[in-house]
């Protein structure tokens, strides 16, 4: 099994898909609940069957193997320097970690890392390639909105979707489109809003305030 496809597996597993052995055909075969998807090629790209990818859910789970086969064959074919800023990879038996550093003045050491993974897979580096873009300036800081800024913007689209305002058809594809963007760049929402909702909820018998 070659390099990528050992990289791939680990994030495929990591985003919960089953893989199985690679095929004669040099093809990585990707499940979901116990049900053939797609097939990763060595490119990058996927084939898959429509009767496969009939409904939403199934779909769905398509785009996230597809982006999650780009990003993998994007870092594990480059390294990024910009500007005094270096991205890079480091293959690790978990998976890749990623790291950014800064260059020294004379340009012959590397310093102040900041790690990515390797049990974050993909998202990892994600991450690694937004603190590397902040870091060499490519994009401004003020033009990215953090974790917490998007999660209150998912709160905010959410409520407004949910019927509390009136809102136009085009306003509410625009509100979807921000909530599916979000969903994507924050892959453990669902972790993150449970642990907020159990943060704000008081158990009971505990002190509560009026």
Not at 166 to 175: F, V
Request: with cysteine.
């Amino acid at each position: 099994m070659s390099n990528y496809f050992r990289e791939l597996t680990l994030n495929l597993q990591h985003a919960g898909f089953v893989v199985k052995p690679e095929t004669d055909e040099g093809l990585l075969p990707v499940e979901l609940d116990g049900q053939r998807l797609c097939l990763a090629l060595d490119t990058g790209t996927v084939r898959y069957w429509r009767e496969d990818v009939a409904d939403d859910y199934r779909s769905a789970a398509l785009d996230r193997v597809n982006s999650i086969t780009k990003a993998t064959a994007e870092y594990m074919s480059q390294l990024a320097d910009f500007n005094g800023v270096v991205l890079a990879g480091h293959p690790t038996r978990y998976g890749v970690q990623f790291v950014t550093w800064e260059r020294s003045s004379d340009r012959t050491s590397l310093g102040s890392g900041h790690y990515y993974g390797p049990g974050g897979g993909a998202d990892s580096y994600t991450a690694a390639k937004r603190d590397f873009a902040t870091r060499s300036g490519l994009i401004p800081r003020s033009a990215l909105f953090d974790q917490k800024q998007l999660i209150e913007i998912y709160h905010c689209s959410v409520e407004v979707q949910a019927g509390l305002y009136s809102i136009t058809d085009e306003q509410g594809k625009c509100l979807q489109s921000i909530i599916d963007q979000i969903e994507l760049s924050i892959p453990n929402l669902g972790e993150l809003l449970d642990q907020e909702q159990n943060i704000e909820a008081p158990e009971d018998g505990g002190m509560q305030f009026s």
